[in-house]
């Protein structure tokens, strides 16, 4: 049992944070034009520091042959998601564009950042936390690339506004990588600078959920039926499906126990970031990521024990 109470305990933090954002979005604390203007502020400063900060471990060539080792996983599983969510939203005929978009980026990318490092330290410990910022760096590359124009909804005005391939999050993300490759440590001041800027990404991210959320009508998305299976293949079809696969692959350890473990987090925060930044489909994204953090309370807990 003392797997479970961590995990379940990080994603009701994360949901009261959420709770907070939804407040002071009713309140009108936060209007819609400062929740975008976060967003933006969330990507491009606190989320960066937070990824680069996250890669500042000791280099050991075990450890370096290892964290390749684990890339790879990282980049069969993400090759993988992409068709399977295709072919998933291809049963959701009434959807536009813009909603499609959302849930094909909800069933490719969990919430690594924000929720998947806080409960592998609690779950797997504080040693795992290195393995999981190399499995997240496909995530960055991705997310803020092929996934900008999934959530975007493939409008052209959109897309040539997104500028992918210049995000923060992609430089951060590589220069991290590089600076562990060479053993270079960060020094202070900047070092708790960074620290101290990327502290507050968890915080702003799920309050920008929240204030997001209490500027849409949620109570009428949660009968809307694709929610609720976008959910259920998030939270328990695409975890199981990594753990099937890492098994059959022969991995042990944490290089199966931190693919499964990402796997099971709630959708992506950064959904409704980058659709509030994109033009994508900001009240379906927040619903999304509402449902599925309410629900990982149950899920991660059952996931967890399964790689115990």
Request: aromatic content about 8%; overall charge positive.
């Amino acid at each position: 049992m003392t797997m479970l109470a961590p995990a379940a305990n990080q994603s009701l933090i994360l949901f009261l944070l959420m709770a907070a954002g939804f407040a002071a979005g009713k309140a009108g604390v936060l209007k819609q034009e400062t929740v975008r203007s976060l967003s933006r502020f969330l990507m491009d400063f606190t989320l960066p520091a937070l990824i680069l900060m996250s890669m500042q471990t000791p280099f050991s060539p075990e450890l370096r042959d290892r964290a390749f080792r684990l890339l790879g996983v990282s980049a069969a599983v993400y090759g993988l998601s992409f068709p399977l969510a295709y072919a998933a939203t291809a049963l959701y005929r009434r959807a536009d564009g813009p909603e499609l978009g959302v849930h094909r980026f909800a069933m490719c990318f969990s919430n690594v950042a924000f929720m998947g490092f806080p409960v592998a330290e609690a779950v797997l410990g504080r040693e795992s936390l290195f393995m999981v910022s190399i499995y997240n760096i496909p995530f960055q590359v991705l997310a803020f690339s092929v996934g900008a124009v999934i959530v975007s909804g493939g409008g052209r005005a959109r897309l040539e506004r997104a500028k992918p391939l210049l995000n923060p999050a992609i430089l951060a993300a590589l220069a991290g990588f590089c600076l562990f490759l060479f053993s270079v440590r960060i020094p202070d001041p900047l070092r708790s600078a960074l620290e101290l800027t990327g502290s507050m990404t968890t915080p702003l991210a799920m309050a920008i959920i929240g204030a997001t959320l209490a500027g849409t009508g949620l109570g009428g998305m949660l009968g809307n039926p694709r929610l609720w299976a976008t959910t259920a293949y998030r939270l328990v079809l695409h975890p199981l499906i990594v753990l099937g696969l890492a098994r059959l692959a022969g991995l042990d350890g944490l290089e199966l126990a931190v693919p499964v473990l990402i796997a099971s987090m709630p959708v992506a925060a950064n959904t409704t970031i980058l659709a509030n930044v994109y033009g994508g489909d900001a009240p379906t994204s927040g619903a999304l990521v509402f449902v599925s953090t309410l629900l990982s309370l149950f899920s991660i807990p059952v996931i967890a024990r399964l790689i115990a």
